[in-house]
C-alpha cells in the first residue's frame, strides 16, 4: 500500500467542515452519500472541496447512495430510481474528480439461482452507458460485496461486461459476515477485477465499522496478500467514527511504503 492509494471514509454532508482536518493530514476522503439525499448536496460546494483537496495532491473516492438502488430490479419504479442515482452519482464524481465510484448491488439477503441470473442479465443493459460517462472521467465504477456468499455472481458480471472502467470492490467486513469461503479463494478469484476494498473489523455478526484490529476479521492474511499481489486496489477504511479511524490508520502503518 502507499499513501496514494488509501482513503478514508467522510461523509458528503461534512466534507467541507473536515476539509481542514484532511488537508492537515493528507488523508483522502470517500465521500459518503448515506445520510443525506443526493438533491440535498451541494454539488459545487464539494467540487470546491475537491478542487483544493487535488490542489495538494490529494484525490476522492465516491460512495453512491444505495438505499432504493438495484440495477438489477424488474420493477420501473425501483429501476428509474437506480438509473437517476447512477446518473447523479456520476454527476457527483465528475465534480470531485473521483477515481472510484462505489455502488452496492442491491441484492437481497440469500438471492436464489433464479434471482440472481435475472439481476445479472438486467445489470448487462443497465451499465453501458454509464461505462462510458466513468470513461469520460477517468474513474471506475465498482461493486460491492454485501450479503453475498461467494463472488461468483461479480465475476460473471465483470467478465461478461469486459470494461477497464467496471470492478469489484471488496468489503472485508462484509465477507467476514455472510462469506462462505476462505479469505485468499476469494481475493484470488477477483483479483483480475478488484480495484478499491473497505476496510472495517467486526466480530462475525453485524456490520460494526469497528476499528480495524478490534475484532475477528484476518486482517493478517489481507495485508500479506496485498505484499505479493500487485494488485492495483485502492483501499478505504471505512470507520464512521474518527476516534476508529485513528486506530486503524496506526493498525496499517508498518504497511504502507511511501
Not at 486503524?248 to 511511501?258: K, P, T
Given at each position: 500500500m502507499t499513501p496514494a492509494s488509501i482513503f478514508v471514509h467522510t461523509p458528503a454532508h461534512l466534507l467541507p467542515a473536515r476539509l481542514p482536518f484532511l488537508l492537515n493530514r493528507k488523508l483522502q476522503p470517500e465521500v459518503a452519500c448515506q445520510e443525506v439525499l443526493l438533491e440535498k448536496?451541494?454539488?459545487?460546494?464539494?467540487?470546491?472541496?475537491?478542487?483544493?483537496?487535488?490542489?495538494?495532491?490529494?484525490?476522492?473516492?465516491?460512495?453512491?447512495?444505495?438505499?432504493g438502488f438495484n440495477p438489477g430490479s424488474n420493477k420501473k419504479k425501483i429501476r428509474n430510481v437506480s438509473l437517476q442515482?447512477?446518473?447523479?452519482?456520476?454527476?457527483?464524481?465528475?465534480?470531485?474528480?473521483?477515481?472510484?465510484?462505489?455502488?452496492?448491488?442491491?441484492?437481497?439477503?440469500?438471492?436464489?439461482?433464479?434471482?440472481?441470473?435475472l439481476w445479472l442479465k438486467n445489470n448487462l443493459a443497465f451499465w453501458p452507458e454509464f461505462l462510458e460517462q466513468a470513461a469520460a472521467i477517468d474513474c471506475t465504477i465498482c461493486i460491492e460485496n454485501?450479503?453475498?456468499?461467494?463472488?461468483?455472481?461479480?465475476?460473471?458480471?465483470l467478465q461478461e461486461i469486459n470494461s477497464p472502467h467496471m470492478g469489484h470492490v471488496f468489503d472485508i467486513g462484509h465477507w467476514n459476515i455472510f462469506g462462505t469461503g476462505k479469505l485468499l479463494d476469494w481475493l484470488n478469484a477477483t483479483a483480475p477485477y478488484l480495484r478499491h476494498m473497505h476496510l472495517h473489523d467486526n466480530y462475525g455478526e453485524r456490520d460494526e465499522h469497528l476499528a480495524i484490529?478490534?475484532?475477528y476479521v484476518p486482517f493478517s492474511t489481507l495485508f500479506a496478500w496485498l505484499q505479493t499481489a500487485n494488485s492495483p486496489a485502492t483501499i478505504t477504511i471505512e470507520n464512521p467514527r474518527l476516534p476508529e479511524l485513528e486506530v486503524?490508520?496506526?493498525?496499517?502503518?508498518?504497511?504502507?511504503?511511501?
Open positions: 448536496l451541494d454539488f459545487e460546494l464539494l467540487g470546491d472541496c475537491a478542487d483544493k483537496l487535488y490542489e495538494q495532491g490529494l484525490r476522492t473516492t465516491l460512495h453512491a447512495p444505495f438505499s442515482t447512477a446518473a447523479e452519482s456520476l454527476q457527483l464524481a465528475k465534480k470531485l474528480r473521483a477515481r472510484r465510484v462505489v455502488f452496492h448491488p442491491g441484492l437481497a439477503y440469500g438471492s436464489d439461482g433464479k434471482q440472481l441470473d454485501i450479503f453475498e456468499t461467494t463472488p461468483d455472481i461479480f465475476i460473471n458480471m484490529g478490534s475484532g486503524s490508520l496506526q493498525a496499517i502503518q508498518r504497511y504502507i511504503i511511501d
